[in-house]
């Protein structure tokens, strides 16, 4: 008696290296990566100063900027600097999912702004996604510690020789218009996201 033919298994969401479906990804990936270009162009337009918007930090009234902060940018300059990153990051977190990017880009986009707003400098106001671009860039970096996969270890290993250097920015620095606060506090909900996603994903948990 022959067996029954076993079809593959496909690896859990959370062990996936690359998204399932890479052209939705790139496309959901670029939709994200131009809406901060719209953004901008409307606060050209108007003008409407949004930068005013951003994240005010122990002000009660600039909390709300945690939820804007992200889509709002300075100069062209500052948009241009983090198109790649976020476009690039953005495409990779989809490996595990639409369901799992947004659990994982939101656990960054709040817990990284309210950091800013408890520990940013006073009369400041933070804008930008580059503290969304260090979430999920350590979000890839350290997702395979947590899921034991050598796939995304290999990616983590390829992300850091190209954009290790990113992790200076993690570090105080001088320059007044950079947040290092922002930054600092993506990248640790960034590792935050992937040890919750790789948690979720062990097998009998039940939240």
Same mark, same amino acid.
């Given at each position: 008696?022959?067996?029954? =033919?076993?079809?593959?298994?496909?690896?859990?969401?959370?062990?996936?290296?690359?998204?399932?479906?890479?052209?939705?990804?790139?496309? #959901?990936?670029?939709?994200?990566?131009? *809406?901060?270009?719209?953004?901008?162009?409307?606060?050209?337009?108007?003008?409407?100063?949004?930068?005013?918007?951003?994240?005010? =930090?122990?002000?009660?009234?600039?909390?709300?900027?945690?939820?804007?902060?992200p889509?709002?940018?300075?100069?062209?300059?500052?948009?241009? #600097?983090?198109?790649?990153?976020?476009?690039?990051?953005?495409?990779?977190v989809?490996?595990?999912?639409?369901?799992?990017?947004?659990?994982?880009?939101?656990?960054?986009?709040?817990?990284?702004?309210?950091g800013?707003? *408890?520990?940013?400098?006073?009369?400041?106001?933070?804008?930008? !996604?580059?503290?969304?671009?260090?979430?999920?860039l350590?979000?890839?970096?350290?997702?395979?510690?947590?899921n034991?996969?050598?796939?995304? *270890?290999?990616? !983590?290993?390829?992300?850091?020789?190209?954009?290790?250097?990113?992790?200076?920015?993690?570090?105080p620095?001088? #320059?007044g218009?950079?947040?290092?606060?922002?930054?600092?506090?993506?990248?640790?909900?960034?590792?935050? #996201?992937?040890?919750?996603?790789?948690?979720?994903?062990?097998?009998g948990?039940?939240?």
């Amino acid at each position: 008696m022959n067996a029954a =033919p076993t079809t593959p298994r496909r690896a859990a969401p959370a062990k996936r290296v690359l998204p399932r479906r890479p052209f939705a990804a790139v496309f #959901a990936a670029l939709s994200f990566t131009a *809406l901060l270009y719209v953004v901008e162009i409307v606060d050209r337009i108007l003008p409407a100063n949004l930068e005013q918007d951003g994240i005010h =930090p122990r002000v009660l009234s600039g909390l709300d900027g945690v939820l804007w902060a992200p889509l709002l940018h300075g100069p062209w300059e500052h948009v241009a #600097a983090n198109t790649i990153p976020v476009a690039l990051f953005g495409f990779l977190v989809m490996s595990g999912g639409v369901g799992q990017w947004f659990a994982v880009t939101a656990t960054i986009w709040l817990l990284g702004g309210l950091g800013v707003w *408890l520990a940013g400098p006073p009369d400041a106001v933070t804008i930008g !996604a580059s503290g969304l671009a260090f979430g999920w860039l350590a979000f890839l970096l350290v997702r395979g510690i947590f899921n034991r996969s050598l796939g995304q *270890l290999v990616l !983590a290993a390829a992300l850091f020789l190209v954009y290790g250097g990113m992790f200076w920015g993690l570090l105080p620095t001088v #320059a007044g218009n950079i947040s290092w606060q922002g930054h600092l506090f993506g990248a640790l909900a960034g590792v935050l #996201a992937a040890w919750l996603v790789a948690r979720a994903d062990r097998p009998g948990y039940a939240g």
